[in-house]
């Protein structure tokens, strides 16, 4: 156990890593994980690291610091950290938990979403098979062959989804998971018309500024954003289904003019809705 063994019990397991050609062209690859029983005085403090690190804390407690916040990591709460910048995590009594060094192509645009204001804990008591993907995560590390590095790569998609669920729901439970999908349901009957976010705000109980904060975490777009995307779907409907004009199809779904409605539909499609149609009628 190296520099660690005096402050992990015997039973810390700590496997590596050394990734295939096959696995770095993957979006996700592991580089080394364990699973440690920690004692009171272990710490870990790095300026940088090759990685991103999830921590999993399976019972007790440890503390993590990073440039942008600190925090506890307690029973039931995992986190991802950037380990590319300065970090330290440790504990002042006992402390099991799961880690796993990951890197990849698509995780630093996963971690946008995850962590729109900086690292936190993240609580996953709720979260069903988190603990499970994570084990097997573990268990599975030494396994190279090609199969075994898309499942792996698979897996921390999994985690890295499940964890993204898990802050989406906590959210919700504060209420606005709820009316954020009353305003998506307003939208959808009414789209047509010239509707604004204060309309959208009318029937829910939410200030404006809170509501496009969480209506963007939620949804990862604005409300107009949104609105526009879900009018441009409906044109492609008409496009393809009809022989309607574009002038008309623009005001049936709810574009003041043709002229938006087309630079709205190239900016989203990279196509004129003439082009559209007649790429993608039968």
């Not at 295939?20 to 870990?44: C, D, M, N």
């Not at 709720?126 to 599975?140: A, K, L, P, R, W």
């Not at 499942?151 to 959210?171: D, E, F, P």
Request: some cysteine; aromatic content about 12%; charged content about 20%.
């Amino acid at each position: 156990m190296g520099k660690y063994n005096e402050l992990i019990s015997d039973r810390s397991v700590w496997l590596s890593a050394t990734p295939t050609e096959a696995a770095l062209a993957l979006p996700f690859h592991i580089t080394e994980a364990g699973h440690f029983w920690a004692q009171s005085g272990y710490r870990v403090s790095r300026d940088y690291h090759e990685s991103f690190l999830l921590i999993l804390t399976v019972s007790g407690s440890g503390c993590v610091k990073t440039n942008e916040a600190e925090f506890e990591l307690g029973e039931g709460c995992a986190c991802i950290i950037n380990c590319r910048s300065a970090h330290e995590y440790f504990c002042t009594g006992s402390w099991e938990f799961y880690w796993i060094h990951f890197d990849g192509a698509s995780v630093a645009a996963m971690l946008k979403l995850l962590y729109p204001n900086g690292s936190s804990a993240v609580d996953i008591t709720c979260c069903t098979g988190f603990y499970d993907t994570v084990s097997q995560i573990v268990s599975e590390i030494e396994l190279t062959d090609i199969e075994s590095c898309f499942k792996m790569s698979n897996r921390v998609h999994l985690m890295v989804t499940k964890l993204i669920s898990a802050v989406i729901r906590g959210g919700a439970v504060h209420g606005s998971g709820s009316e954020i999908g009353e305003v998506i349901e307003y939208i959808h009957k009414n789209y047509k018309e010239q509707i604004s976010v204060d309309d959208m705000t009318a029937e829910i109980h939410m200030s404006k500024f809170h509501f496009i904060r969480m209506f963007r975490r939620v949804m990862g777009v604005t409300p107009y954003s949104y609105l526009t995307n879900y009018r441009i779907n409906k044109s492609k409907e008409l496009l393809r289904s009809t022989s309607m004009s574009i002038s008309d199809i623009a005001g049936e779904c709810g574009f003041l003019d043709p002229g938006n409605f087309i630079a709205q539909f190239k900016k989203r499609t990279s196509l004129r809705p003439l082009q559209y149609r007649r790429d993608f009628s039968p």
